[in-house]
């Protein structure tokens, strides 16, 4: 068993294994590793964090690592580089370990880390994950307590079909092994059972401030566009957006115009969209220029599939729209109920049309405020609190 800290110790470092690079999130990706991650840095709990580079699995990926991670120049100071690793502090508090060396040897390489971490002083330490394509590291790495942040199903990702049954079986050792489990949404929980001990259900949330800034510059992509506009931000991808629900929007709306911010993963399904003079694809937008494209749009939907990938999700897009205020329309994916003062629902496309158009007809100035003043309970700080609040009770 992890040997437990003193409760006189006020602060600890954090190990977390990321499911994204941090050379992603400085170039404007935003997930809820980053979000979390954020937060970390500024708790006044937090002495330093180490955050491990998303580990790849494949050679293909182990390339793309190499290239975008380690030969790539990096803010800040590089304290270690060799032929398969490099280690640097883009700031005072924060050092990232980029590394392929796992594909030869993940043994080795937490081997090699749990040896830095020793030499560097990480004490007191929360080794907190969100990757569940191998969980060695509980085995290898020396810590107080240990977190796994579930974000979605992986076992459902369409990016991890072929490994579908070792990722399941990573989840039974992470049930096993990590002290405490967040998840997205109750089905969560499923993925765990029977596990009933320190697994917590922690939502998704929003950087309220980042939002609400108002950017009196309109990026020109968007400032041609006409209103009303009906806007999406997320990935566009088969098992996550219900593509015939966007369709049957522009076919209704033909004088409105569908924004679609996001990359596309599917190029049958970009030549699917572009056949509609109504759909704008503007592709994938950096973080920092999220709150711009936002408030922009005069309605934002989400259009989600119901299926066995979206039952585990939690949409971050509905936190940062009403963020900006706007009105919402969404199919009924988890998460959802606890919006259902500030946001319309439904699951026919017929439904999901008349409300888009009522959202569009009844939108008020006091109605954008009620938004904004009820998605103020749920900024990623009060959420990493709560987080925090849970790992307190077992240091």
Known sequence: MPKKIQKSEKKFDVVMFSMSSYGEWDNGTSNRNFQIFKQLKNNPKIDKILTVDYLPYTIKRALRNYKENILANTKGIVIKKSKFTKIYQPEEKITVYSTISNILSMKKMLHDLNK??????????????????????FNEIEYSVSVFDTVDNWCEHASYK???????????????????????????????????DNIFHITQGVDLAHYMMKNKLINNDIAKINHPIIGYVGIIQENRINLDLIEYIAKKNLDKSIVLIGPIW????????????????????????SPDYI???????????????????????????????????????????????????????????????????????????????????????????QMLNHIQTLL
């Open 116 to 137: 830095y971490l020793k030499k560097n002083g990480y004490k007191n330490i929360i080794l907190w994950s969100y990757y569940p394509i191998n969980v060695e590291y």
């Open 162 to 196: 072929k490994i579908k049954n070792k990722i399941a079986e990573n989840y039974k050792k992470i049930k096993e092994k990590a002290n405490i489990i967040f998840v997205l949404s109750k089905s969560g929980e499923e993925i765990f059972s029977p596990r009933k």
């Open 266 to 289: 599917n190029k049958e399904h970009e030549k699917l969209l572009k056949a509609h003079s109504n759909i704008y694809l503007l592709g994938k937008k950096a973080y920092k220029e």
């Open 295 to 385: 408030n922009q749009f005069d309605v934002g939907i989400i259009p989600h599939l119901l299926n066995d990938f979206i039952k585990y999700t939690c949409p971050m897009k509905i936190y940062e729209y009403l963020a900006c205020g706007i009105p919402v329309v969404t199919t009924d994916a988890p998460g959802v109920e606890q919006f259902q003062d500030v946001v319309s629902v439904a699951n026919d496309f017929e439904k999901f049309n008349i409300l888009i158009q009522e959202e569009l007809n009844n939108n008020s100035q006091e109605q954008i405020e009620n938004r904004i003043k009820f998605i103020k309970d749920h900024t990623w700080e009060k959420k990493v609190d």
